[in-house]
């Protein structure tokens, strides 16, 4: 914005003044330049993206592991916010940072060209200051059976918000207890972040299972092209289908045969075609996996099981089904890992998002929580704990 300033000038100098926007939290500089021998001078506003204080978040709330950290690294490159967080991970048996979360917090670091402290394995604080987003070739290794998805959801977002595509690459655990395995990623997440605008390409290289992990995922991540788009989705509509995968890895396919069989033989009364291929898949370990998808009218539910060792296949297949009949007899539209997965997105929508979840996590709480934190939206959660619910998200950056 351009205007015009009277003044009497004696030798040219430049001043700043400062002035607060109360309703934005921006800070503007308005800047004066006067020029020999003028009479008036060009008052030229410019806004400049000044940092407020840092945030403080405390890792022991709410479900107290490494999700209130990983979130926390994802809208501080969002937001460019510096903060800082305690008693990480403190309501876990081994507190402090292990190697996974160690490598989210590096993987945020290079991504946002960020300053830390703190960040060394055993750390139960970090203080986490970032600069600004860069695009690239990426790669990040973790020693250990540590989840690849985790690392890849931290970091994707703020590479979408980018101005160039970037490519990542991923080692470590990709089919691990506790966290979305990639075909999760795969088939369930990546498209609902597609529905909001993003565009991303992600393969397997090879499946890392626990307790070896040593597997390699690879993504591409585009630009968005546009804000993203919002979600509204209150009814699922009629059960069109179930997809499914059953895999192994260095183990007899019959495993795989026998998970395929148990799963079909439990869907058949639901009245709707049950297609589940049976997969090998290379790794330096052994690991199985069963993995289903129930389509409807509106929206997708996916669930999985994890093979052990000593567990039989018919085990690994029933927790996959066990966990997608409860969403079936339910009238969640959203499942109860994406739930909480959406969050972060839907806080940087151009408009407000309302779904209704299978079950309202701690989890799901927990993320809400860090979200009001960075003032990046303002999320309602109607339901009580480990029952299904609406969640409203309204991002306070179109107000």
């Not at 402290?117 to 986490?128: N, P, Q």
């Not at 626990?210 to 690879?218: A, K, M």
């Not at 309602?380 to 609406?390: A, H, Y």
Request: hydrophobic share 40%; aromatic share 6%; net charge positive.
């Amino acid at each position: 914005m351009e205007g015009q300033v009277s003044g009497q000038c004696h030798s040219e100098e430049s001043f700043d003044r400062l002035r607060m926007n109360a309703a934005t939290k921006t800070l503007f500089f308005t800047r004066c330049i006067w020029g020999r021998g003028q009479k008036h001078a060009k008052m030229r506003l410019i806004k400049k993206r000044v940092k407020t204080a840092m945030i403080e978040i405390d890792g022991a709330k709410g479900e107290g592991g490494g999700q209130i950290l990983r979130s926390a690294l994802t809208l501080a490159l969002m937001t460019d916010r510096d903060f800082r967080i305690d008693n990480i991970r403190a309501r876990r048996s081994k507190p402090g940072l292990r190697p996974q979360h160690l490598a989210s917090v590096n993987a945020a670091a290079s991504v946002g060209q960020a300053q830390i402290e703190g960040a060394c394995l055993g750390s139960r604080e970090i203080e986490f200051q970032p600069s600004s987003i860069r695009s690239g070739s990426y790669r990040f290794e973790i020693p250990t059976a540590g989840s690849t998805s985790l690392v890849l959801q931290t970091v994707f977002l703020p590479l979408s918000a980018a101005d160039s595509p970037s490519e990542i690459e991923i080692m470590g655990g990709t089919h691990v207890p506790w966290s979305p395995c990639f075909h999760y990623l795969e088939g369930n997440w990546l498209p609902a972040m597609e529905l909001q605008g993003f565009r991303a390409d992600l393969v397997l290289e090879i499946a890392g299972f626990y307790p070896q992990g040593g597997g390699r995922i690879r993504a591409l991540i585009q630009p968005l092209k546009k804000r993203i788009a919002p979600l509204r989705r209150l009814q699922r509509g009629d059960l069109q289908r179930i997809r499914g995968l059953s895999s192994v890895s260095n183990l007899p396919e019959s495993i795989a045969h026998r998970q395929r069989k148990r799963a079909v033989k439990r869907l058949a009364d639901l009245g709707c075609p049950v297609e589940i291929d049976v997969q090998t898949l290379p790794s330096p370990g052994k690991g199985t996996l069963l993995l289903l998808q129930a389509e409807f009218e509106s929206g997708q539910a996916c669930y999985f099981g994890l093979g052990a060792r000593g567990k039989p296949a018919e085990r690994v297949a029933d927790e996959a089904v066990d966990a997608l009949l409860v969403f079936l007899h339910g009238e969640g539209v959203v499942d109860t890992y994406l739930a909480d997965q959406l969050l972060l997105p839907l806080a940087f929508a151009e408009g407000d998002s309302e779904f209704r979840t299978s079950k309202i996590t701690q989890h799901l709480l927990t993320n809400a929580e860090v979200i009001r934190a960075f003032g990046a939206a303002e999320i309602d959660v109607r339901g009580e704990l480990d029952q299904p619910g609406v969640v409203e998200i309204r991002p306070l950056g179109n107000r």
